[in-house]
């Protein structure tokens, strides 16, 4: 293998999870040389921007070539049997009062598994007039603009019922379209699964099913770790019977039971948290927004504990300046060689995986507060991290 495929596969896994297998990256070969001579340039010289956060749509357009879009109409029938008998209907007796539903459908490709849950509930029934919303996400935007059309050939209906099809789609032509008001509760949007989602957007239920197959065991665990932290108490989360198991300490990690229901295993938080009683401020004070220097404050407390090696202080200095702001590549960076020091390795690659998006936002000569380093010499230290953050502690 040429050095520069080898540091595009490694680009690629690192910024999708994807690991490509021997076909797709004898494809992947062949769709770098074409690239190259349409762009008049080398392979070598193509891979080499992209690492520097040059020609970004570019090679976007490249990784989505290679995301897997296999999917289909009540797919698993176990999984869709335990939906449907027992994880949908205990959640709308829970929400009853609430009537409110909120999904999630990672990795949805074209959609089908996204407006498969919208049928289930409708067969069930007693949801007519709830607040139910379906997001389904994926890397890949064309694939999205399939979903949003809902318009199905017969491939995608090879485990479901005729009478589903008769239920919940209008033939238009050689194609199913999905009733229109369906539609209108599923919503798509892009998102990478290695980059956590807003904390605020909460689900009641998350799908992410044969999607970290094509993923290294490390990242998968990550994935679960951001997906697990979206769920509210009592949530569900399937994945799919050949994705990753999750493991024990990520388990501890995130608070999540191991539940056997017929044929299948799932996921689900507990119904209860503890919680956390707030500080009392007195009648005649008002809350104060932070000060803009907050962040850089913390942001340099971290730094400190970082070279005292106090890993722990460190998170929690730097956790704080992220939460004052988000977009800031350095807070990010702390972050990850905290993990690292920890032997959170998992962790340290998540945290690397949003300082490099952050700093492929900038322009390469841009320099960020307290540092005097351009973003591009900036990804060069993440590159470095990375590579110690995939050696097993």
């Not at 697990?228 to 300490?249: F, K, M, T, V, Y």
């Not at 942001?299 to 400190?304: A, T």
């Not at 949003?354 to 380093?373: F, V």
Request: aromatic residues 8%.
């Amino acid at each position: 293998m040429n050095p520069e495929l080898r540091a595009l596969l490694a680009l690629i896994e690192r910024n999708t999870g994807l690991r490509l297998n021997s076909a797709q990256t004898t494809d992947l070969n062949l769709t770098l040389e074409k690239l190259a001579a349409s762009q008049q340039t080398s392979a070598a010289d193509l891979v080499r921007a992209f690492q520097h956060g040059q020609k970004p749509e570019l090679l976007a357009q490249l990784q989505t070539k290679f995301t897997v879009s296999e999917t289909h109409f009540y797919r698993i029938a176990p999984q869709i049997e335990v939906l449907k008998n027992s994880i949908l209907p205990e959640l709308i007796e829970r929400n009853r009062e609430k009537q409110q539903l909120r999904f999630w459908s990672a990795g949805c490709s074209s959609g089908e598994e996204a407006y498969t849950l919208l049928m289930l509930l409708e067969e069930i029934g007693g949801v007519q007039n709830w607040d139910v919303e379906v997001l389904g996400t994926d890397l890949n935007p064309a694939v999205l603009e399939l979903a949003r059309a809902g318009s199905y050939g017969h491939w995608s209906f090879r485990d479901t019922p005729l009478s589903v099809m008769e239920r919940f789609f209008d033939l238009n032509g050689a194609k199913y379209q999905v009733r229109g008001d369906l539609r209108t509760r599923a919503i798509f949007e892009v998102h990478n699964l290695l980059v956590p989602p807003d904390a605020n957007r909460k689900f009641d239920l998350i799908l992410c099913r044969n999607v970290t197959i094509y993923f290294s065991p490390q990242t998968a665990q990550g994935v679960y770790q951001n997906l697990a932290r979206q769920l509210l108490p009592g949530g569900w989360l399937i994945l799919g019977p050949s994705d990753p198991p999750i493991q024990p300490d990520v388990i501890d990690q995130i608070a999540l039971e191991r539940v056997m229901l017929p044929g299948v295993i799932v996921w689900k938080t507990p119904e209860r948290i503890q919680k956390i009683n707030p500080v009392q401020i007195p009648i005649n004070l008002k809350p104060q927004p932070p000060k803009p220097e907050d962040w850089q404050q913390n942001l340099k407390q971290g730094y400190h504990s970082l070279q005292a090696r106090s890993y722990n202080t460190a998170l929690k200095q730097l956790r704080r300046a992220a939460f004052l702001e988000p977009k800031q590549a350095l807070v990010q960076i702390g972050m990850a060689q905290a993990f690292l020091g920890l032997t959170q390795h998992a962790r340290a690659l998540g945290a690397l995986r949003q300082a490099n998006n952050i700093l492929l936002s900038l322009e390469p000569d841009a320099k960020l507060w307290g540092c005097d380093k351009t973003a591009q010499q900036l990804l060069q230290l993440v590159n470095d991290l990375f590579d110690q953050a995939k050696v097993s502690p």
